[in-house]
């Protein structure tokens, strides 16, 4: 069945709604940053303490330190987008000193992260800061080795096992994708932030010693990394989300079509910083974390998007391929009936 088209005519006047939300608020966002900074730094002190009981607790400890982190990441992304100081030079600090921590160099990831603003869902710019994601006729037509590659990508089990700790750990130490036109600023936060990195594990190695260093740091990062892949994908790859060809792409229903409500449990939603209010993000990046759910409750225009329960997100797992025809998201086994 196909999914009727959406009109940006259903969303008229979304503008005028935002802006009131759009104020940073600077008592609230240095709130965000001690309870966050502070809740990583007191876990972390948990994790070594509980190493002398078992290295198991330190392990079930990671699992907070890993949330604490992923809030760390938020700040860093409203700081990306200069949404979260009124202050450029603000936002600019604590953003590079939580890419330190996130290891996504500040400038680097966002340049990245401004393309994937700029181009969410437009099928002719895929390729950076994005997830990647074929359509049913590009996967038929391809040669077998990149159906085979595209199979292994799209495995759960490497979309967010082994993806997330490589991407951060390894990738993100370098330039890749860097167009010639990036400025150095962009290239060079790489490469300070690489040498910060190997400072703060230098000296953790120094002070309590490589095993415990490992014992926290890895699997604080392996959870958090995973974590975040998981909210990226779930908040773009759902059935019945949004794709366009460049003449006919429209950035309002990319916003709010091509991104979903993540309806997280209070917990969840406190530790991912609001982020599961994808879709206002989209339509505004403009505003801070914390002012996204009010921005949701208060419009009723802008709730008439796509919902998504914990429960029900799993199940965007075994999605895969962009049926141009029925207009949804579809699993390689609905797209070989088709076929």
Not at 1 to 7: A, G, I, K, L, R
Not at 79 to 100: E, M, P, Q, T, Y
Not at 289 to 314: A, D, G, K
């Amino acid at each position: 069945m196909t999914q009727p088209s959406p009109s940006q005519a259903d969303f008229s006047g979304w503008q005028a709604i935002v802006k009131k939300y759009q104020k940073p608020d600077l008592r609230v966002g240095l709130w965000q940053i001690a309870n966050s900074f502070g809740g990583l730094l007191l876990t972390v002190a948990l994790m070594y303490l509980a190493l002398q009981i078992s290295p198991w607790l330190t392990l079930l400890l990671a699992v907070p330190a890993a949330g604490f982190l992923v809030r760390i990441f938020i700040i860093q992304h409203d700081c990306g987008h200069g949404a979260f100081f009124r202050s450029k030079r603000a936002n600019d600090l604590v953003g590079a000193i939580s890419g330190v921590l996130t290891m996504a160099p500040y400038n680097f990831w966002r340049k990245t992260h401004a393309i994937h603003h700029a181009h969410h869902a437009e099928l002719e710019e895929r390729g950076i800061g994005d997830v990647w994601t074929m359509t049913v006729t590009e996967y038929r037509s391809a040669p077998w080795w990149k159906r085979a590659g595209y199979r292994i990508f799209r495995n759960p089990v490497f979309l967010f096992g082994l993806a997330p700790i490589f991407n951060f750990v390894v990738v993100q130490r370098f330039t890749l994708g860097a167009k010639a036109s990036w400025r150095t600023g962009e290239r060079r936060s790489v490469w300070l932030t690489n040498l910060a990195i190997a400072a703060l594990v230098t000296t953790s190695i120094l002070v309590i010693g490589l095993g415990p260093t490992l014992l926290i740091g890895l699997p604080t990062m392996v959870v958090a990394a995973s974590v975040g892949t998981w909210l990226f994908y779930v908040q773009h790859q759902f059935e019945r989300t949004y794709w366009e060809h460049t003449p006919e792409w429209d950035y309002t229903l990319a916003a709010l079509h091509g991104s979903s409500y993540y309806d997280l449990p209070r917990v969840l939603q406190w530790f991912t910083g609001n982020i599961g209010f994808h879709h206002i993000h989209h339509l505004s990046p403009r505003i801070p974390n914390y002012n996204l759910e009010r921005c949701h409750r208060e419009n009723p225009l802008l709730q008439r998007v796509s919902r998504l329960t914990l429960m029900q997100s799993f199940k965007t797992v075994a999605l895969a391929l962009w049926d141009e025809e029925r207009r949804r998201l579809v699993t390689f086994r609905e797209a070989r009936a088709a076929a």
